[in-house]
């Protein structure tokens, strides 16, 4: 399965980004929270963040693997779904305002995310429209 691959590569990524928090609570002796440091904060973060959209992101993309959408659009998806999250990560540990990798990262992301839920919901969609047609077609 190619989703596996991406699955694998980005828990890769939230696992780096996972060892950067451990680090930093372990250097500052930080136990819970954010212990009042700004750079744990943006750690933390970073993290979350993977972890908040990933999940939702490869269930897509496994869904319209096993829907049989061909395999450059699901490598396609599932490159653009490391790289956004990379360059989020990436833009949201060098700075807590606004950053270009921040934003690219975050913007692809969401517009990722609604073009896989517009792909999964014609994949179910899609059979019963053309049932429908055969079913009119054939009456007629």
Same mark, same amino acid.
């Given at each position: 399965?190619?989703?596996?691959?991406?699955?694998?590569l980005?828990?890769?990524?939230?696992?780096t980004?996972?060892?950067?928090?451990?680090?930093?609570?372990?250097?500052?002796?930080?136990?819970?929270?954010?212990?009042?440091?700004?750079?744990? !904060?943006?750690?933390?973060?970073?993290?979350? #963040?993977?972890?908040?959209?990933?999940?939702?992101?490869?269930?897509?993309?496994?869904?319209?693997?096993? #829907?049989g959408?061909? #395999?450059?659009?699901?490598?396609?998806?599932?490159?653009?779904?490391? !790289?956004?999250?990379?360059?989020?990560?990436?833009?949201?540990?060098?700075?807590?305002?606004?950053?270009?990798?921040?934003?690219?990262?975050?913007?692809?992301?969401?517009?990722?995310? !609604?073009?896989?839920?517009?792909?999964?919901?014609?994949?179910? !969609?899609?059979?019963?429209?053309?049932?429908?047609?055969?079913?009119?077609?054939?009456?007629?």
């Amino acid at each position: 399965m190619i989703t596996l691959l991406y699955a694998g590569l980005c828990t890769l990524l939230v696992l780096t980004l996972a060892g950067r928090v451990m680090a930093r609570r372990l250097s500052h002796k930080i136990g819970i929270g954010d212990g009042g440091d700004h750079e744990m !904060v943006k750690r933390v973060r970073a993290h979350a #963040n993977a972890v908040e959209y990933l999940p939702l992101a490869l269930l897509l993309l496994g869904g319209m693997e096993l #829907n049989g959408y061909p #395999n450059a659009v699901i490598h396609g998806f599932g490159a653009t779904l490391l !790289v956004s999250r990379v360059l989020h990560a990436w833009g949201l540990s060098r700075s807590s305002s606004a950053s270009p990798g921040r934003f690219v990262g975050i913007l692809f992301t969401l517009l990722l995310m !609604v073009a896989m839920s517009l792909f999964a919901i014609a994949g179910f !969609v899609s059979p019963y429209l053309a049932s429908d047609v055969e079913a009119q077609e054939y009456e007629g």
